[in-house]
Nanobody
Framework: VELEESGGGLVQPGGSLNLSCSAS????????VAWFRQAPGKEREGISC???????NYRDSVQGRFTISRDKVKNTAYLQMNSLKPEDTAVYYC??????????????????????WGKGALVTVSS
C-alpha cells in the first residue's frame, strides 16, 4: 500500500491550495481517509477525515476553510484549502484505513487505527 501526497507549495496568506492523496494497493472509497499536519516545533494534529460513507469531520481551526473530498474513480482524496493563514504552514500527511471518522480520530496525534500514511507534502503560507 502506498499513499502519495502532492499539491503542496508556497502560497500567500489568503490564498488557496488543493492537496491530493493518491493511493495504490488500497481502495480509498472503502476506507476512512484523514489529513494530519505537523508544523515546525509542534505536535502532529488531525485536521479532517472522510469516512467510507462520505461523512466528514474537521478540526475547528479549519472548519469552513478546508474541504475534504474523494474521487472514487481516480482513487484519490483531496484537501481543498482556502483562506490560508501563516499558522497553516506545516507538512500535511494523508492517512487511510478502516476506521471511524470522528473527532476522536482527529484528536489522536498517532491514531493506531490508521495504518497507512503518505510521506507528506510541505505547505508554506507566507508573504
Amino acid at each position: 500500500v502506498e499513499l502519495e501526497e502532492s499539491g503542496g507549495g508556497l502560497v500567500q496568506p489568503g490564498g488557496s491550495l488543493n492537496l491530493s492523496c493518491s493511493a495504490s494497493g488500497l481502495t480509498l472509497k472503502l476506507n476512512t481517509v484523514a489529513w494530519f499536519r505537523q508544523a515546525p516545533g509542534k505536535e502532529r494534529e488531525g485536521i479532517s477525515c472522510i469516512s467510507s460513507s462520505d461523512d466528514t469531520n474537521y478540526r475547528d481551526s479549519v472548519q469552513g476553510r478546508f474541504t475534504i473530498s474523494r474521487d472514487k474513480v481516480k482513487n484519490t482524496a483531496y484537501l481543498q484549502m482556502n483562506s490560508l493563514k501563516p499558522e497553516d504552514t506545516a507538512v500535511y500527511y494523508c492517512a487511510a484505513d478502516v476506521s471511524f471518522c470522528d473527532q476522536t480520530l482527529l484528536n489522536n496525534r498517532y491514531p493506531s487505527g490508521l495504518r497507512y500514511w503518505g510521506k507528506g507534502a510541505l505547505v508554506t503560507v507566507s508573504s
